[in-house]
Each structure stands twice: as structure tokens, then as C-alpha cells.
């Protein structure tokens, strides 16, 4: 059961929440949030958190709708509904609306090959997304303090990181268009967290893995960084935190000029493909090219977390390397050089998916692709223009050199076709390989046939017999729209 609060608390602010009330006022974390969600362990970091969140809005000191959410993880056995029982119990003494999920972490660790760890985590999240959804929270208030930061930054440091691992945790990150992840304890050590349970009674759990060596952060935690300060002159734990304040405000400077940079140097996006001007690329400075590179990968949704700073560099170089070659990172990842060009691109394997007859006009969804045939008057078309600003994933034909219907398919072995540039036919296959297209783009081409030839390999290269010129009278323009599964 929870112990009885001391009466004199309730007409007085504590001065650990007086510390919680100025950062969340500087670092504007409830801006413009009205409905929170907790994400409530039963640790003494969230119990906390909870405590101090709930009186500041009692005392009106901040006006917030809050909304517990614990994640019974089912690793330790009875300690785990232990924690999920006295979690349920405390919310309901500070009459504060509270929902668990219980999630299976082993059995997510084992059916995608992930650490615990990185199951708990990825599942963790998983669930304050539905949670935060489904009562209309747009952000989650989580316990990270100045202790976590400074694991966190040696745990990057151990790995390999530039500037934006020394920024550490940052105290407001948005992780979903809706949902931002807040750390009002950011500004408040361990210590003083434990100080604070104790000035008002607050018993909480203690969750023996943290003890437990075998995991990277906790070896950090009670070994090296003991170790680390027992040669420092100074508070190691807030040395981190400075240094962090400093790296946040770099990589706030370097995002901005990289979002400058990337209006100017991207040629062509897709949800599964980035594009830049090789060569304005290569022109850029190196933490520029950097950021634009995370940009990239973030845009085509890869997993940030197994990018390493050797790969990192690897692909700032890229640019500056012969064309036609290309990296290979993880997750079906490629960064490859074109003549003019940089491009990023994440697999997205193509479905076996039947044939498909093309309407025209129309839509026609295929594989991944929404596909939508217009006819267009090319009195009302000027070609010049199309040609300087399309991508490649619209294409004009000549419907008069077309044997309708259209059909759209998955290649096949034998396929061959006349690209645009070439006199003879060529196999589809071999085209590709002499275009040094990485296996993750060939992946995903398809053909698109009309009842004699193949007029495009998506989203490649058309047919030279179907090509749109001044004598053109009706054009039929393809475009290919990919759907985001």
C-alpha cells in the first residue's frame, strides 16, 4: 500500500517541483500539448515524475490533462504484475485515468531476431503510440533524468558517434506526425529524484535487471562511470549534460542549414528513394552532408539505430567516389552514384502480383503502386518543361503508337524492350545490370505492355517506340504513386 502524503505538502510547492516548473517553461514542453500521457513503470524516476506533474497541476502552477500508461513487459515474473498492481494502485490515489498493456517481449525478441532489449523497447513504443491515439494524447511524458543522459552519451561514445550523439536525450523529439516524446526530468539528477520520494513518502519499485551486468548500460552505470568520476574534478554526470546543452544547439544550427541545403539539392523523392545533386552535394560541408544523409534515411523510414558513423562517412565520401558505385547498409539499405546524381534507396520488394489491365483514363492499383492513366491535348502541353521537371515516375507516350489495352506485370525472364537512347531491343534484365542499379531498385521495376511491346520498365526507362514528339496527337500520361505499407 502507499503511504500517507504529509499534510503540509499540500499547501506549499516543493522546490524539486519549482526546478520541474522553470525547465518546462524554458524548454516550452507542454507547448502547444493539452493531453499527456505518463509512461509510468512504478520506478522511482516515474513515480516521481507522476507525483510532481500531478501537484504542479493541482497547485494550477501548469494546466495539463494527464493519462497513466504502464507496459507490463512480462520478464520477471510476479514482480512484473507486482509492478503493474502497485502502479494501478497509485494512479488511482491521485485519481489519474490509467491503462495497462501487456505485451509478450520474449517472443517478439525471438520471432525478429532483436535483443530484449531492443524488443522491449520497439514494443514499449509501439504501445504509447496506440495509447496516445486512442486518447487523443499528443505527447508522452517520460522519466529520463541527467543520469540517463550521461549513459546514454558514453553508451553512443562506446559505439562510435559524431555531434548528434553528444546532443544526447533531447527533452522534446517528435517521434510521429502527432506524438512528441517530452523529459521533464531532464533538468534533475538521480539524486535529487531520490530525495524528492523521500520528502513525501513515496514508496516505488525496484526492477532487479538494472542491476544485472550483462547489459551494456548497466555496466556503464555502476562500473564506468563510477570509475570515470573517481578521476574527474568536476560532477561528471552534469559535465555530460553541458555537453549536451552545447551539441543540441550545433545540431540545431546544422539541421537548419541542411533543410536549406536540401531544397536545393534534391532532385526526386519517393517514399522508398532520395535523390540528390551529386556534385552540390560533394560541395557541401561535411556535417551538412551528414545531415542531409540522416534526412535521407529518415525520409525512406530506416531505421536510424543501426546506421554506424563509419557508415555514416562512408556515404559522405560516396559523392566524390566513381560512378556507378554503391553502399550497401542495413535494412536493405543502398546509397548509390549516378553520373549527376546520389541517390538513397530502401527495398521495397515487389509482390507477386497478377496482371493487371491498365484503365484509361483512370486508376489502376499494382503491387505497391497506385497507377493513374490521363490523356492529355498537347496543344495544352508543353514538352520542354515537362521534360525539366518531371520525375521519374511520370511519363508521356504517344497514345496513337500504342495497341491498347495496356497491361501491367511483374518481369520476366526474356523480357526485352527498346529503351529510350538505343536502336535495338535489349533484355530488360541486362539493361538494368549495365545501368548499375542497386539490387534494391531492380527489385522493384515492372513492366508495363501494351499487346506487342513493353512500352515502360518502370520506373526505369520507357520504350523509344512509344516517345512524344511534334507530331504527337494525343498523349497518355503515366503516373506511378506509391503507396506507403
Given at each position: 500500500?502507499?503511504?500517507?502524503?504529509?499534510?503540509?505538502?499540500?499547501?506549499?510547492?516543493?522546490?524539486?517541483?519549482?526546478?520541474?516548473?522553470?525547465?518546462?517553461?524554458?524548454?516550452?514542453?507542454?507547448?502547444?500539448?493539452?493531453?499527456?500521457?505518463?509512461?509510468?513503470?512504478?520506478?522511482?524516476?516515474?513515480?516521481?515524475?507522476?507525483?510532481?506533474?500531478?501537484?504542479?497541476?493541482?497547485?494550477?502552477?501548469?494546466?495539463?490533462?494527464?493519462?497513466?500508461?504502464?507496459?507490463?513487459?512480462?520478464?520477471?515474473?510476479?514482480?512484473?504484475?507486482?509492478?503493474?498492481?502497485?502502479?494501478?494502485?497509485?494512479?488511482?490515489?491521485?485519481?489519474?485515468?490509467?491503462?495497462?498493456?501487456?505485451?509478450?517481449?520474449?517472443?517478439?525478441?525471438?520471432?525478429?531476431?532483436?535483443?530484449?532489449?531492443?524488443?522491449?523497447?520497439?514494443?514499449?513504443?509501439?504501445?504509447?503510440?496506440?495509447?496516445?491515439?486512442?486518447?487523443?494524447?499528443?505527447?508522452?511524458?517520460?522519466?529520463?533524468?541527467?543520469?540517463?543522459?550521461?549513459?546514454?552519451?558514453?553508451?553512443?561514445?562506446?559505439?562510435?558517434?559524431?555531434?548528434?550523439?553528444?546532443?544526447?536525450?533531447?527533452?522534446?523529439?517528435?517521434?510521429?506526425?502527432?506524438?512528441?516524446?517530452?523529459?521533464?526530468?531532464?533538468?534533475?539528477?538521480?539524486?535529487?529524484?531520490?530525495?524528492?520520494?523521500?520528502?513525501?513518502?513515496?514508496?516505488?519499485?525496484?526492477?532487479?535487471?538494472?542491476?544485472?551486468?550483462?547489459?551494456?548500460?548497466?555496466?556503464?552505470?555502476?562500473?564506468?562511470?563510477?570509475?570515470?568520476?573517481?578521476?574527474?574534478?568536476?560532477?561528471?554526470?552534469?559535465?555530460?549534460?553541458?555537453?549536451?546543452?552545447?551539441?543540441?544547439?550545433?545540431?540545431?544550427?546544422?539541421?537548419?542549414?541542411?533543410?536549406?541545403?536540401?531544397?536545393?539539392?534534391?532532385?526526386?523523392?519517393?517514399?522508398?528513394?532520395?535523390?540528390?545533386?551529386?556534385?552540390?552535394?560533394?560541395?557541401?560541408?561535411?556535417?551538412?552532408?551528414?545531415?542531409?544523409?540522416?534526412?535521407?534515411?529518415?525520409?525512406?523510414?530506416?531505421?536510424?539505430?543501426?546506421?554506424?558513423?563509419?557508415?555514416?562517412?562512408?556515404?559522405?565520401?560516396?559523392?566524390?567516389?566513381?560512378?556507378?558505385?554503391?553502399?550497401?547498409?542495413?535494412?536493405?539499405?543502398?546509397?548509390?552514384?549516378?553520373?549527376?546524381?546520389?541517390?538513397?534507396?530502401?527495398?521495397?520488394?515487389?509482390?507477386?502480383?497478377?496482371?493487371?489491365?491498365?484503365?484509361?483514363?483512370?486508376?489502376?492499383?499494382?503491387?505497391?503502386?497506385?497507377?493513374?492513366?490521363?490523356?492529355?491535348?498537347?496543344?495544352?502541353?508543353?514538352?520542354?518543361?515537362?521534360?525539366?521537371?518531371?520525375?521519374?515516375?511520370?511519363?508521356?507516350?504517344?497514345?496513337?503508337?500504342?495497341?491498347?489495352?495496356?497491361?501491367?506485370?511483374?518481369?520476366?525472364?526474356?523480357?526485352?524492350?527498346?529503351?529510350?537512347?538505343?536502336?535495338?531491343?535489349?533484355?530488360?534484365?541486362?539493361?538494368?545490370?549495365?545501368?548499375?542499379?542497386?539490387?534494391?531498385?531492380?527489385?522493384q521495376t515492372f513492366i508495363i505492355t501494351d499487346q506487342k511491346k513493353i512500352i515502360w520498365l518502370a520506373p526505369i526507362r520507357p520504350s523509344t517506340k512509344t516517345t512524344v514528339d511534334t507530331s504527337t496527337k494525343h498523349i497518355l500520361q503515366i503516373k506511378l504513386v506509391f503507396l506507403h505499407k
Open positions: 500500500m502507499l503511504k500517507n502524503r504529509p499534510v503540509f505538502l499540500d499547501n506549499m510547492i516543493d522546490p524539486f517541483e519549482t526546478k520541474l516548473a522553470e525547465f518546462i517553461t524554458a524548454a516550452s514542453l507542454f507547448q502547444p500539448h493539452r493531453n499527456i500521457l505518463i509512461a509510468l513503470s512504478g520506478g522511482a524516476d516515474s513515480i516521481a515524475l507522476t507525483f510532481a506533474l500531478h501537484r504542479l497541476n493541482a497547485q494550477k502552477i501548469i494546466d495539463i490533462n494527464l493519462h497513466i500508461a504502464h507496459i507490463n513487459h512480462n520478464l520477471r515474473g510476479p514482480d512484473a504484475l507486482a509492478d503493474q498492481n502497485y502502479v494501478l494502485d497509485f494512479a488511482a490515489s491521485l485519481n489519474i485515468p490509467t491503462s495497462v498493456i501487456s505485451v509478450d517481449t520474449t517472443s517478439h525478441a525471438k520471432d525478429n531476431s532483436l535483443s530484449i532489449e531492443t524488443a522491449g523497447r520497439n514494443l514499449r513504443i509501439a504501445a504509447f503510440k496506440q495509447l496516445a491515439d486512442k486518447f487523443n494524447c499528443t505527447a508522452v511524458a517520460t522519466a529520463h533524468h541527467k543520469n540517463d543522459n550521461a549513459e546514454t552519451i558514453i553508451h553512443r561514445l562506446l559505439r562510435g558517434t559524431a555531434y548528434t550523439g553528444l546532443a544526447g536525450i533531447w527533452p522534446k523529439k517528435q517521434f510521429a506526425p502527432n506524438l512528441t516524446f517530452i523529459r521533464p526530468l531532464l533538468c534533475t539528477t538521480r539524486a535529487e529524484i531520490i530525495d524528492y520520494c523521500k520528502r513525501n513518502d513515496l514508496n516505488f519499485r525496484h526492477d532487479h535487471t538494472h542491476d544485472q551486468l550483462d547489459f551494456t548500460r548497466n555496466r556503464i552505470r555502476h562500473q564506468l562511470l563510477p570509475h570515470l568520476q573517481d578521476d574527474s574534478s568536476s560532477d561528471l554526470t552534469n559535465l555530460l549534460n553541458q555537453l549536451a546543452a552545447i551539441a543540441r544547439k550545433l545540431n540545431k544550427k546544422i539541421t537548419a542549414q541542411a533543410e536549406t541545403a536540401w531544397q536545393q539539392i534534391t532532385t526526386s523523392t519517393t517514399p522508398t528513394t532520395v535523390t540528390f545533386d551529386r556534385s552540390q552535394f560533394a560541395a557541401l560541408p561535411l556535417p551538412i552532408k551528414t545531415e542531409l544523409t540522416r534526412m535521407a534515411l529518415t525520409h525512406i523510414n530506416a531505421p536510424l539505430r543501426n546506421i554506424t558513423q563509419t557508415q555514416y562517412s562512408q556515404v559522405t565520401q560516396l559523392a566524390d567516389s566513381t560512378t556507378g558505385k554503391t553502399i550497401q547498409l542495413p535494412n536493405r539499405i543502398t546509397a548509390t552514384t549516378h553520373s549527376k546524381h546520389l541517390t538513397f534507396t530502401i527495398a521495397n520488394i515487389q509482390p507477386d502480383t497478377p496482371p493487371t489491365q491498365l484503365n484509361i483514363p483512370g486508376q489502376t492499383t499494382f503491387a505497391n503502386y497506385t497507377i493513374i492513366a490521363d490523356l492529355l491535348d498537347p496543344a495544352a502541353c508543353d514538352l520542354t518543361a515537362f521534360k525539366a521537371a518531371k520525375d521519374n515516375h511520370t511519363e508521356w507516350f504517344d497514345l496513337d503508337k500504342i495497341t491498347l489495352p495496356l497491361t501491367v506485370r511483374n518481369r520476366k525472364t526474356g523480357d526485352k524492350f527498346t529503351p529510350i537512347g538505343a536502336s535495338t531491343k535489349q533484355k530488360a534484365g541486362k539493361f538494368l545490370s549495365a545501368q548499375r542499379l542497386a539490387p534494391t531498385q531492380k527489385a
